[in-house]
């Protein structure tokens, strides 16, 4: 290859490099996250977000919320309404929006101690945070923004950076339960990412955040909006259930009440996409989800999931997504 195309090459990948360093990313991992998606689902978009006919999102289960960041950063959207279900997600980026620098100060300062401590130290010092919050819980009022709020979510980042693969799972007593990511080798996570927080924070002030079911958000959709559906998955075996998000499981009576949710908002005219796993992955019979939205435009995309612990069946399995445009 001549030397000039080589160098115009290396250029190109350095500013594709710099290009992603500065796209803000969640600030939370979350399980059922769609960071990995987002190349397929740009794609599946409305065209009206390019055109900027439509300028108003909403996402009613927020989780990590890649798609609204990813969303947010593409195209001009005036207003964003975030919602929901657990109060110490919401919590958290409601703190993140308003108190970005007082919340890293906190953050810093966890980050600090638990990166000096060796492996073992790591260990304890990890269990003993998460017994403090979940004791500290019956301390916050939830209902109204508050200094309190502002350690509460540098906590919860914490925990969700040096907990066992970012997952967040609660008890029936509502404690946050999983355990440390610390096994074997030195643990030294990145807990603290400014440049990123910094961002998110920028991008979350155009969105309105709440705590609020699925079910109560008709009512707030006052424009017309493209609404991202990201319910919890519909167990797919017997073994692998992912819907342990918050204290209630996510059954297919709430996907049926979701399905007529969708529903509602297609025939007020907004557009309306959702994506679930495919039931098919595991039983080629089932058809629930293509029985339950047989009205709309169906379509199944390539996922990176694990959703057998037996080594010998993974591999590629599909997501399933569902547009009324
Ligand atoms: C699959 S996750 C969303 C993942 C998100 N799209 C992302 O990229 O990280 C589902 C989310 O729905 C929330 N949730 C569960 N039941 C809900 C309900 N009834 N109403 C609103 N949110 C709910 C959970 O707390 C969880 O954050």
Same mark, same amino acid.
């Given at each position: 290859?001549?030397?000039?195309?080589?160098?115009?090459?290396?250029?190109?990948?350095?500013?594709?490099?710099?290009?992603?360093?500065?796209?803000?990313?969640?600030?939370?991992?979350?399980?059922?996250?769609?960071?990995?998606?987002?190349?397929?689902?740009?794609?599946?978009?409305?065209?009206?977000?390019?055109?900027?006919? =439509?300028?108003?999102?909403?996402?009613?289960?927020?989780?990590?919320?890649?798609?609204?960041?990813?969303?947010?950063?593409?195209?001009?959207?005036?207003?964003?309404?975030?919602?929901?279900?657990?109060?110490?997600?919401?919590?958290?980026?409601?703190?993140?929006?308003?108190?970005?620098?007082?919340?890293?100060?906190?953050?810093?300062?966890?980050?600090?101690?638990?990166?000096?401590?060796? @492996?073992?130290?790591?260990?304890?010092?990890?269990?003993?945070?998460?017994?403090?919050?979940?004791?500290?819980?019956?301390?916050?009022?939830?209902?109204?923004?508050?200094?309190?709020?502002?350690?509460?979510?540098?906590?919860?980042?914490?925990?969700?950076?040096?907990?066992?693969?970012?997952?967040?799972?609660?008890?029936?007593?509502?404690?946050?339960?999983?355990?440390?990511?610390?096994?074997?080798?030195?643990?030294?996570?990145? @807990?603290?990412?400014?440049?990123?927080?910094?961002?998110?924070?920028?991008?979350?002030?155009?969105?309105? =955040?709440?705590?609020?079911?699925?079910?109560?958000?008709?009512?707030?959709?006052?424009?017309?909006?493209?609404?991202?559906?990201?319910?919890?998955?519909?167990?797919?075996?017997?073994?692998?259930?992912?819907?342990?998000?918050?204290?209630?499981?996510?059954?297919?009576?709430?996907?049926?009440?979701?399905?007529?949710?969708?529903?509602?908002?297609?025939?007020?005219?907004?557009?309306?996409?959702?994506?679930?796993?495919?039931?098919?992955?595991?039983?080629?019979?089932?058809?629930?989800?293509?029985?339950?939205?047989?009205?709309?435009?169906?379509?199944?995309?390539?996922?990176?999931?694990? @959703?057998?612990?037996?080594?010998?069946?993974?591999?590629? @399995?599909?997501?399933?997504?569902?547009?009324?445009?």
């Amino acid at each position: 290859m001549p030397l000039f195309l080589r160098l115009k090459l290396r250029t190109v990948s350095k500013k594709e490099k710099k290009d992603k360093e500065k796209t803000a990313k969640p600030f939370l991992k979350w399980v059922g996250g769609k960071s990995q998606l987002l190349s397929t689902f740009q794609k599946l978009y409305p065209k009206e977000l390019k055109k900027e006919t =439509i300028q108003h999102y909403c996402e009613p289960f927020l989780g990590g919320g890649a798609v609204f960041f990813d969303i947010a950063q593409q195209f001009n959207l005036k207003s964003a309404k975030l919602f929901d279900i657990n109060r110490e997600l919401v919590l958290t980026y409601k703190v993140v929006q308003k108190d970005v620098d007082l919340m890293m100060e906190f953050l810093e300062r966890y980050s600090s101690e638990y990166l000096a401590l060796t @492996i073992d130290r790591q260990k304890e010092y990890y269990y003993e945070f998460r017994t403090n919050y979940n004791h500290q819980r019956f301390q916050i009022d939830y209902n109204r923004y508050n200094e309190n709020w502002i350690p509460r979510a540098a906590q919860l980042i914490f925990l969700n950076k040096t907990c066992f693969n970012g997952l967040y799972r609660v008890n029936q007593k509502g404690e946050f339960n999983t355990p440390s990511g610390v096994y074997k080798k030195q643990h030294n996570p990145k @807990i603290l990412n400014e440049p990123n927080l910094k961002q998110t924070s920028k991008i979350l002030s155009i969105a309105d =955040i709440e705590v609020s079911s699925f079910s109560n958000i008709e009512k707030e959709i006052k424009k017309t909006s493209f609404i991202y559906f990201d319910p919890p998955y519909r167990p797919i075996s017997k073994t692998a259930s992912f819907t342990n998000y918050s204290e209630k499981n996510f059954g297919d009576p709430l996907q049926l009440e979701l399905a007529q949710v969708f529903e509602n908002l297609d025939k007020k005219g907004n557009f309306v996409m959702l994506s679930n796993s495919d039931p098919k992955n595991e039983n080629k019979e089932d058809s629930f989800f293509d029985d339950l939205y047989k009205n709309y435009n169906i379509k199944r995309v390539a996922a990176n999931r694990v @959703i057998n612990s037996k080594v010998s069946k993974r591999g590629k @399995i599909s997501e399933i997504v569902v547009r009324n445009y």
